[in-house]
Nanobody, 123 residues
């Protein structure tokens, strides 16, 4: 079993940057693909970014390409999402996801969720 705890959310102005973190405990962290999803107000949870077991492969939704970077530090059992050039439409609750797969790209592939951290981007 894996437990996930997110941190680093907050309020930022449009064009600014924020880094959210997810620290895992439980089973061997390096054996899990990790991802970030977000839930915009009134919308369904959607995929944001994913990173493979050892961090050699990443994927992003098109709307965040070039602005967001996912990374992981297996020694610290932590995955990060660096968010640059933030836009008001990025405002959402961001959820860390883990799955016993190389990549976690969908909700159905997710075995464990963090509690979520709020990111609000002002005009």
């Amino acid at each position: 079993q894996v437990q996930l705890v997110e941190s680093g959310g907050g309020l930022v102005q449009a064009g600014g940057s924020l880094r959210v973190s997810c620290t895992a405990s439980g089973r061997t962290f390096s054996s899990y693909g990790m991802g970030w999803f977000r839930q915009l107000p009134g919308k369904e949870r959607e995929f944001v970014a994913a990173i493979s077991w050892i961090g050699d492969f990443t994927m992003y939704r098109n709307s965040v390409k070039g602005r967001f970077t996912i990374s992981r530090d297996n020694a610290k059992n932590t995955v990060y999402l660096q968010m640059n050039s933030l836009k008001p439409e990025d405002t959402a609750v961001y959820y860390c996801a883990a799955g016993q797969k190389k990549m976690v790209l969908t909700i159905s592939q997710t075995d464990y969720w963090g509690q979520g951290t709020q990111v609000t981007v002002s005009l």
